[in-house]
């Protein structure tokens, strides 16, 4: 299979390592407007470097387009791909509008295309674990959980539109989307919510307590302005057991303690990110999809549209 890449910058790492680890897949192409971004990529794997998307997909003919790029392109550069008849796997968040969501869902049905939004958390081992701890009861019925990650204020994204909020959405879309968009795939959409968000020049923090009747859920996401290390995890407790992940190990501590322990982890790339396997299990998912002429239905666009209306909310 072959596979193209647009935008060589911090998250790309995770996605070319990944993609270099399957032996049916060639990366025949990357695309940056900053051609220093490619060149450890083209040195590694001999992919062609392009500084036009366009060009490389008239070009390169992929069977898959990774789109890597701010999220202010990401359905601009969705649509060019899918008009063109290629499959797109595409970093998240797809936008900040919902109605962007049917637009390229609409799309890639109408040119007979795969299109998947990249939520890595779906695909996440020690959250996989969690999903099924719930559904199959194992330690009794949920009762509360609490998930929270924190990051420096990303100053290194290319011209720093992070930090720009009509561009990026701040901190509802860059960070707290994973932990809300895990929640709807697993729990589905809450019945009501309480939120709390402060915004300055240099930070941007936020609270969150999701209802869901029997249970409820509260998160915190946040960006210090200093270099701090990431820091992210949930702890899940149940009738029978308290469920922790900390920075990529998970814990189950029953009434007589330590009742199981760790998932394994592998590296993710450059960005300050937790190393785990699950950017390798996402585009694998993706390939898999479009190898078998499956419909990647792991990410559902009416669960996509839910978690915009929910972000947007803040
Ligand atoms: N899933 C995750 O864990 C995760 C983590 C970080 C970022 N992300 C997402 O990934 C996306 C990218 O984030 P990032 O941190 O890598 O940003 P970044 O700024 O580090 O990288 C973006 C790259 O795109 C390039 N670029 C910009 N415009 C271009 C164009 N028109 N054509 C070609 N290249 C262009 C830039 O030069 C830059 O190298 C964002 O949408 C973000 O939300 C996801």
Redesign the pocket.
């Known amino acids: 299979m072959k596979v193209a890449i ?7 790492h ?1 996605h070319f390592n990944s993609w270099r680890r399957m032996e049916d897949v060639t990366i025949v192409g990357v ?4 051609p220093e ?1 490619m060149t450890e990529y083209v040195n590694a794997c001999k992919a062609h470097p392009y ?3 366009r060009t490389m997909l008239e070009t390169e003919k992929p069977d898959i387009l990774d ?5 202010y ?2 359905v601009e ?1 969705s649509l060019m791909a899918l008009e063109m008849g290629i499959n797109v796997v595409c ?3 797809i936008s900040l509008k919902r109605e962007d969501v049917a637009r390229v869902y609409g799309t890639a049905k109408k040119h007979n295309c795969k299109f998947m939004v ?3 958390l779906r695909f996440w081992p020690e959250f996989s674990e969690l999903k099924e701890i719930i559904e199959t009861e194992r330690y009794g019925k949920l009762l509360s959980g609490e998930m929270h990650r924190l990051g420096y204020r ?1 100053n ?4 720093g ?2 930090t720009k909020k009509e561009l ?1 959405g701040m901190v509802p ?2 960070l707290h ?2 932990d809300l968009d895990w929640l709807v795939y697993a729990l589905g959409a809450p019945k009501s919510a309480v939120r709390y968000r402060t915004e300055r020049p240099d930070q941007d923090f936020l609270h969150a307590v999701y209802d869901y009747g029997d249970y409820f859920i509260m998160c915190d996401s946040s960006w210090f302005k200093g270099k701090i290390p990431w820091n992210s995890g949930f702890r899940f407790q149940f009738e029978e057991a308290v469920v922790i992940n900390n920075n990529g190990s998970l814990a189950v501590y029953d009434k007589d303690g330590t009742a199981q322990e760790g998932v394994a982890a592998a590296d ?1 790339g450059v ?1 300050n ?1 937790p190393t785990t396997d699950a ?1 390798y299990n996402e585009l694998r998912y993706f390939a898999d999809c479009v190898k078998e002429n499956r419909d990647p239905d792991r990410v559902k666009p009416e669960e996509l549209e839910t978690v915009i209306d929910l972000l947007n909310a803040f």
Do not use: F
């Not at 647009?6 to 790309?12: H, P």
């Not at 695309?31 to 900053?34: A, G, K, Q, Y």
């Not at 789109?67 to 999220?71: G, S």
């Not at 290194?156 to 011209?159: D, E, G, L, P, V």
């Open positions: 647009v935008g060589c910058g911090g998250i790309s995770a695309c940056d407007v900053r971004c500084e036009d998307c789109i890597c790029l701010p999220t392109l990401h550069y970093e998240k968040p990249a939520q890595v990303p290194w994204s290319w011209n539109w992070m990026s879309y860059d989307i994973h993710s960005l990110l950017y």
